[in-house]
């Protein structure tokens, strides 16, 4: 193929020799990573913080504080990132040949547990509400109700404070806002505060 | 003895020009009074001034905006009416009640629903309360006693009439805030039962959702018990929240509507609201901002020109103390010239 002059087509191929051989020029492979740098910034993206609230009702034995929430969108493969404003990849893979991978997405939050009451704390119970950019409830499919509930089994002796953390997979990454409530408590005597049936409002 | 011109002068122009003279050679005086003073002045008057203008405008657009979502609500409400006395007008109905035919009124409670898909639910119940159908979910009530519910109960007190219920939590099912809107149904003037519609407070709020209190505002709707019936800054569902110390539902409100400036929410600032009775059944409508919301666009126009006159200020009195040091420096240059060659 000696004959073929620089820019010429392959004609059995169709490909095009540039003519400088093999790792010829280092400023294509420059471009080849700083291409393959750029396109890769979306990996990055898959995690990001939301605004998170930790709303207390009046008398309760526990408070919560300085509540943390991180949205982490994870792909089926490492090189994976995903079309923004959805929630699939842009990767088609032979398992899959019909569509996209759907990116699985996962709230995991922590928040500073104050023990106020006089006893030591076995388990705590927590209400996780989603909220969207406009204040409004978002409900996950297969979930009773605007919010979702998680037991956590962590003791926390009386008079102190512990960091707390939980997970939650969900659908949709179009969650703006996270609340956590603590609305129930198990005492290290077994007795329980749950609490109030009682709307809990945000004033502002 | 004849008075001194100088001491009592004659007119007010003349009483200015002699106070410019001596103004003159005192230039931090002067600037205070003919500059600083007035720019001063000028300033703090157009802040308040703008301040008293932007809370009325405020105001007033709060109660217009109470007033069209209270408009929306009413009308809405007289619809339900309308279809539920639509309803209860028809001979087949009626006779379905005094037969007590559940099946026939769970089907014909079907059929109308499906006119109207904002209705959550419908139930008919004899006068006595006892529940004769429901549709679309049974749910084992039919045969229950409503009658210490607030919408049996509001619909019967003064004699049976139409009557919006307060907001509660559904007994069964879902367990979500509803409210009622209640039909006595008549066979000539002897009232054989009580159509109710059910409504979400999702649906509620959808109805005015579009109303928007900018900046920093919102729109809430309390019943005839002070309850919540809609807040767009709810976290957990529950029971209804009562709110009768909340200064816009404190205080009595008259058919026209009413505006008010309170001192209120966690930060302790104050808020401007307008609140606008629905029609007669007990609710208000109340659109709230926080006063800082509404001169944001005012102190963001009012503190850079603030900014500008305190530099002016500055500089004016920079330059008119250089300037009396320099006269004094003059003065003291000649009095040593003066005295130098007498001495």
Redesign the interface.
Known sequence: MAAFRRGQGDPGTGRVSDGGGRMGRPWVFAAVALASFLSAAPLWAGQHALKSKARNYPNTPVTLEQSKVTLVETFATPLQAGIPGTSQSRIRDANHPGGLLPAAVMLSGEALCVNRSAQAIEAIKLSVVFLDAFHQAIELPGQRGAYVVKQIVESVPRKSSKVIAWEQRVETSEIYEVAVVVTGVRFSDGSVWLAPDIELIDIL | MAPSRERFPVTFLEALRGWQLRAYSKPLRFFSFLVILPLAIVLFMTHRVNVALGRRQALHNLGVTAELAAQIVERTLQETRLFEQMLAAQPVFRQAIQQRDGPQLTKLLQDSLQLVPRLSLAVVSAPDGTILAVFPEDLGVVGQDIAQDDAFRGAQQGGWHQYVSGVHLQEVGSHE?VVEVACPVQAGSEVIGLLMVQFRVGEVRSWFQKIRVEPGGFLYVVDQHDQ?VT???????????VVSDWPPVAQAVPETGSTLVFRG??RHELWLAGVHPVGTTGWRIVAAQ?EHEVLRLLHSVLWPMGLLVSLLVTILLTVSLQWVQLQRWRLLEEAKGTRGPAA
């Open positions: 805030k919540l807040y767009p800054f709810q976290v957990l569902p529950g029971k209804p929240t929410g966690r926080p």
